[in-house]
């Protein structure tokens, strides 16, 4: 039987602004990116969807962003590698906090936007993210976006790391992702059929139609998809006829 994750970036909202289908989405995943506070989220926020992923008995991770509200965390910004590292430790500690309060842990990390980005283009602060993580908890897993940083944490001395695929966007055949500027309802059964391919054969179909590896252990559904919940209900629909297992970051690194 097959293993793999369902992730999803979550608690993206902030006071009276709503941001994605949290409790729509949450029973059909396996871990919770939950953002950190800087590109978006708050205290309540935090607590909420701690609270909820507890219910449905979710891996919680955390999704760290660049101190950047107004932009959602997806504008650059200037910083060195010992500072990268401290803004992921700061929202790693809030994160932690809240899900000791409800007995549970912080499985990972997956960074969000232009700090992915960054970690992306530049090994040493990926590699300053990462010791800095350790150096908090050193059972805590990395959720790799891409193959550069995936290559990175696997060189770092006692790190877990996961690669991730998607499948509710298109790959170039380079492997690299086509963001769109706002998510658009995605064919159910299409996307359910990308997730079985990557599950079982580590492989998907880019968008130029040429057959690409993606060794992703987690895969990516973006709960603010509009159709996100009608997607899962058909991944979870093949899961079943697949014999595939699903199982959080926990089980599988």
């Not at 790693?92 to 992915?116: D, S």
């Not at 298109?170 to 079985?196: K, M, N, W």
């Amino acid at each position: 039987m097959t293993a793999i994750d369902i992730n999803c970036d979550m608690g993206e909202s902030f006071g009276n602004w709503t941001m994605g289908h949290d409790e729509a989405v949450m029973p059909y995943i396996t871990s919770a990116n939950v953002a950190g506070g800087y590109h978006a989220g708050d205290p309540h926020v935090m607590r909420e969807t701690v609270e909820l992923a507890a219910e449905h008995d979710v891996g919680i991770g955390v999704h760290p962003g660049l101190p950047d509200r107004t932009g959602f965390g997806r504008r650059k910004i200037d910083a060195t590698p010992a500072e990268v590292r401290d803004y992921v430790v700061y929202q790693l500690g809030a994160l932690t906090a809240f899900a000791r309060r409800h007995g549970a842990t912080v499985q990972h990390v997956k960074p969000h936007g232009a700090m992915y980005s960054m970690l992306s283009e530049s090994p040493e602060h990926a590699r300053a993210v990462m010791n800095g993580m350790l150096e908090v908890d050193d059972d805590l897993i990395y959720l790799a976006t891409d193959m550069n940083i995936y290559e990175v944490a696997r060189d770092i001395d006692g790190l877990r790391a996961v690669f991730e695929g998607y499948v509710d966007l298109d790959y170039r055949a380079d492997r690299s992702l086509i963001v769109e500027q706002e998510l658009a309802d995605r064919d159910p059964e299409l996307v359910a059929d990308r997730f079985v391919s990557i599950a079982t054969d580590g492989v998907v179909e880019a968008a130029n139609g040429e057959e690409i590896a993606i060794p992703a252990e987690s895969i990516c559904i973006h709960g603010d998809n509009p159709n996100a919940v009608a997607i899962l209900e058909a991944i979870h629909d093949r899961v079943e006829e697949h014999d595939i297992e699903l199982a959080p970051l926990s089980q599988i690194a």
